[in-house]
C-alpha cells in the first residue's frame, strides 16, 4: 500500500497569502488529521475529518481550514498568513484501528 | 489541550549503550504510540500499544503500556548511529478522536 502523500513538500509565501496544503491518506483510510509542528510548540492537533465531517478541532484561529473530499483527500486552508504560520504542517492518516500514518509533511515559509 | 509529558527532552550516548524514555499524563489514555521523526520528514509509528500491562518489540525497540493506562516507555537496546533523530510519544483515549502528542526526546548516538 503507498503511504500518506502531502503536496507540495515545500513552500514559501508572503504575509497575507493564503495557502492550500493538499493530503492524500492511505488506500481505505477514511480518517485525516492535520497538525502543525514547530519546534517551539511541537505537534500541534488542527483538526481530523472522516467521510468529509469535520470530526474534532484543535485551538487554531478560523484562518485555519480544511475539507475532505469523497475519495478521502483532504486539504487544509490558511488564509491572511502570518510569519508565525512557518511550520511542517503534517497531515495523518487512519484506518479502523487507532495507528495514526503520517505524511512526509508540508514545510510552509512565510516572509 | 492537554499534551503529554515526555522524558527526558535529549539524550547524547555512546554507540551500543540502551536508551529509555517515558510519556506520563494526568489522564487515562486506551492507545499509546511510539514514533521517531528524522530531519525533514514526518513521524514514522514505531510501537502501537493498546492494553494495560502491554509489553511490545519492535527489534530492538522494546515499549510498554503502563499499568495505570497514565504512562508508557520506550526502550532502545544496543544503539546505533541510525538511531538517531527524535521520539514523540502520543497517546488517544477512547472517547476522543485527537490524539495528543509528548513534546519529543530527541536523541543523538555517537559513534
Known amino acids: 500500500k503507498a503511504g500518506v502523500t502531502q503536496t507540495p513538500r515545500y513552500l514559501i509565501k508572503t504575509r497575507g497569502q493564503q495557502v492550500t496544503l493538499s493530503c492524500s491518506p492511505i488506500?481505505?483510510?477514511?480518517?485525516v488529521s492535520w497538525y502543525q509542528q514547530t519546534p517551539g510548540q511541537g505537534l500541534q492537533f488542527l483538526f481530523e475529518?472522516?467521510?468529509?465531517?469535520?470530526?474534532n478541532k484543535g485551538n487554531f484561529p478560523g484562518r485555519f481550514s480544511g475539507r475532505q473530499f469523497s475519495n478521502s483527500r483532504s486539504e487544509m486552508n490558511v488564509s491572511t498568513l502570518e510569519l508565525g504560520d512557518s511550520a511542517l504542517y503534517l497531515c495523518?492518516?487512519?484506518?479502523?484501528?487507532?495507528?495514526?500514518?503520517f505524511g512526509p509533511g508540508t514545510r510552509l515559509t512565510v516572509l | 489541550g492537554q499534551q503529554l509529558n515526555q522524558s527526558p527532552q535529549s539524550m547524547f550516548i555512546q554507540e551500543g549503550e540502551d536508551v529509555s524514555m517515558n510519556c506520563t499524563s494526568s489522564?487515562?489514555?486506551?492507545?499509546w504510540l511510539w514514533y521517531k521523526q528524522e530531519p525533514g520528514e514526518g513521524p514514522v509509528l514505531l510501537i502501537a500499544?493498546?492494553?494495560?500491562?502491554e509489553l511490545t518489540s519492535n527489534g530492538r525497540l522494546t515499549a510498554q503500556f503502563g499499568i495505570t493506562r497514565k504512562d508508557s516507555f520506550l526502550n532502545i537496546s544496543a544503539s546505533i548511529p541510525s538511531d538517531v533523530g527524535i521520539y514523540f510519544c502520543a497517546g488517544q483515549r477512547l472517547n476522543n478522536n485527537d490524539m495528543r502528542f509528548g513534546a519529543g526526546t530527541r536523541l543523538t548516538v555517537k559513534p
Open positions: 475529518y472522516f467521510s468529509e465531517t469535520q470530526r
Open positions: 488506500s481505505g483510510h477514511r480518517s
Open positions: 489522564s487515562i489514555f486506551n492507545t
Open positions: 495523518a492518516s487512519r484506518g479502523q484501528i487507532n495507528e495514526q500514518f
Open positions: 500499544l493498546y492494553k494495560a500491562g
